[in-house]
DNA sequence: GTCATCATGTAAGCCGTTACATGATTGC
DNA sequence: GCAATCATGTAACGGCTTACATGATGAC
């Protein structure tokens, strides 16, 4: 769930842990605040199995589309306003890689991305926010095919609700009114997740053509 | 957090541990299973920090009732018919407490309940749901200021939300999407809470005169 | 008598946390 | 030069999961 969002992240942009933390901490899903304590000894797993690298110095890819001027000063300074642009975003370019470690994406670490994204076995609401967040990697009919999954599970969930009534019969105000919300919260969210798969099957002009995706049929 | 749940259930009625999962697994803010793995070793923890006890074969609270008839054969029948109407609840005794442990809450674990439920250095929400299931047990000053303090909460964690927008400048439909959708379930929860905290207002004619909740003030 | 369900537990392991240790860079 | 922030890591531990081991009871 955490090899996701890092390899999310990095195939959006180079970066180095620390400001990968704050970016982890943005994303819908992850808690608010990831540990430095589980991101680093991560990073180093995923570098040892070659899914993500360290890269030298490059400021990755936010950078061309400035035409040359031919003025080297120009050049930097346009550099260093491309930098300031971007905000927090680039910074790390702007301190040379001495103490830093920036990392990169692999090819390996695409694939694997790639394998996290439709895997089915993997249900958690985290998970799905995650996927979610980076699902623009997806082909459309594995998008869909995600959404759909998904609100399969949801609608499981809220049919398997059994209501918590008590042996001795008398009824907890706060209880049901808890238990409202939270059928309120999964009827909304599963509103949500038509409206985008209402969406992707307007992208996706005819659908049951595909092989990846089955609509109705399945239990 | 668990422990909460546990001794929540307990304070209802007496359960045994299979029981006591299903049950644990209707409470929303639980995740939908419970292992045993987990139950029973904290049930042994619990028993052990005496804040639990094994009871030996008590039906808990809904047994009695039943006049005597005075015909033994009656009796076990009447007996028997009580068990089944009961249904899942305190079906327990109907095997006799030969392989069972029944447990039963203790004053201690009341009282460790009560702290569990008002510690305010806990946030999270799985727990906030678990501590609404039980706040039946807090009187109406304790309950208010435990839904201000997650007022407070919810608030900041909607304020503090950078969105996450990309170095390169492009945008995620489906990031953004997803942010918005956690946004309007942040907004729905708040109101949720207001309806709340209007009802308990209710309940608790002059507000401003308990020592424990101070409406405004604070930052 | 055997199978499903009820029931209790243990062992190994994953995933993530907090707390600790260390050092570079920048602003004042 | 000193503090705040940036930056990387390690160690210990906690909570919960899956998988495994065991056995009683009731239905058929």
Redo the contacts with the bound molecule.
Sequence with gaps: ??DLAILGLLDETDL?????RKRLGDLPGM?L????????????RLEKAGLVKAVTNRPASPAPAAPMSGSLVGELAAFRAQLRQAGNAV??A???S?????YGITDAGRRRMHELLVDPDVTDDRTFALRVAFCRNLGPAERLELFERRRTELIRRRDLRRNPTRADGRVNTYLRSLVERDTAAIAADLAWLDSLIVEERATVPAAGSGADTQPGGNP
């Excluded at 180095?16 to 990968?20: D, I, K, Q, T």
């Excluded at 001495?98 to 920036?102: I, M, Q, S, W």
């Design positions: 769930m955490f180095h842990g620390y400001e990968l808690g605040a990831v540990s430095f304590g589980s991101l680093y000894p991560a990073l180093a910074r790390e702007g301190r040379g001495r103490g830093k470690k920036v």
